[in-house]
């Protein structure tokens, strides 16, 4: 089924599943009829049919939540966006688990964007919205950061995966590990404002919080300095990034929120806790990686996330956790092995 359109996935997957709900419930009902016949007009009757009506209202609320929670996985935005903001859906997902939780592989193959699962379940819903700056004062903000954020590309198993990252060390480039994953040893570049198109080795990756840091040797651009602290809510500042691959780009972004969350790491497979940061900013395809520049030109937060129920929202990583796990990468220049793919050939 992986040659279906990623778009259709989640519309096979409902119709397929409340196909074999609908021939369960035609052969319940024909043994439940034949047993009303047997048990008459009596007390055992009655209770028959109440049993009955129940049972119909639990499948009613069980159809629900899976169509509700497998549509709100899935990669349609406005699908994702009003099953992640229906009340019932919610309340469903608050007493029963996730249906790709119960499904098993299911989520994976119903998301094949790449970009790793920053909840188990459904997303919270977006917090109250935060004053962003103009887009003047975010390219104000910007400036000092556009010579150090870099668009990054690796060859990964017959694509081409395009994201961002941004120079933390004289030779040092931090970037989502998703960014790179299943690009090898070589075949990894990055492309600066001064220098043109340079060759990249990735010594440290980190699949769970998502990171990589890449090693270019000949790379001479100023570094970007980590916040000292995880940003408070209502901070303001900029995004930088390469959307859709193209052309450096400048958002108004703020910071909504912060918390702990469990997700999943990039491949799918393991339940992860991060410390993320809830931006109220526009993030794209191709921002993975890039920084959340500050007023006073630290970096607050390396995007890595795009909210899929809000168009508005996206998510980065905290900058003391990301500064803490790239240390030791600091001096290695031998690259080491960046795992599977994420993205479908």
Known sequence: MAEIDPQYRPIVVIVVLVTAVALGESLGSAVGRKAAGTLGT?????????????????????????????????????LAEAA???????????ILPPPVEVAGGLGGWLDTTGLPDVFVGFEPAPA???????????????????????????????LSSVGTGFVVAPHYVVTNAHVVAGAGRRGIRVNVAVGGTLDADVVLFDPNLDVALLHVKELKAPALRFAAADPERGAVGATLGFPG????????????????ATGRDILGTAHVRRQIIE???????????????????????VVFAEARTSPDVGYALSPTEVAVRIAPGFGRTSAVDTGACVLEP
């Open 245 to 260: 691959g193209g052309a450096l780009t400048i958002l108004p972004a703020a910071v909504a929120g912060r918390y702990s």
């Open 84 to 94: 992640g903001g229906s009340t019932a859906v919610r309340t469903m997902a608050d």
């Open 279 to 301: 931006l109220r900013a526009e993030i794209e395809k191709g921002d993975s990686g890039g920084p959340l520049v500050l007023r006073d030109g630290t970096v607050g937060g």
């Open 128 to 158: 109250p919205p935060v004053d962003r700056p103009d887009d003047p004062a975010a390219r104000a903000i910007a400036m000092a950061a556009e010579a150090s954020t870099v668009k990054v590309s690796a060859a990964t198993c017959g």
């Open 42 to 78: 009596g007390l055992l009757g009655s209770t028959d049919r109440a049993v009955g009506a129940g049972l119909g209202m639990v499948q009613v609320l069980l159809i629900v939540w899976l169509a509700g929670g497998l549509l709100a996985e899935g990669p349609v935005p406005r």
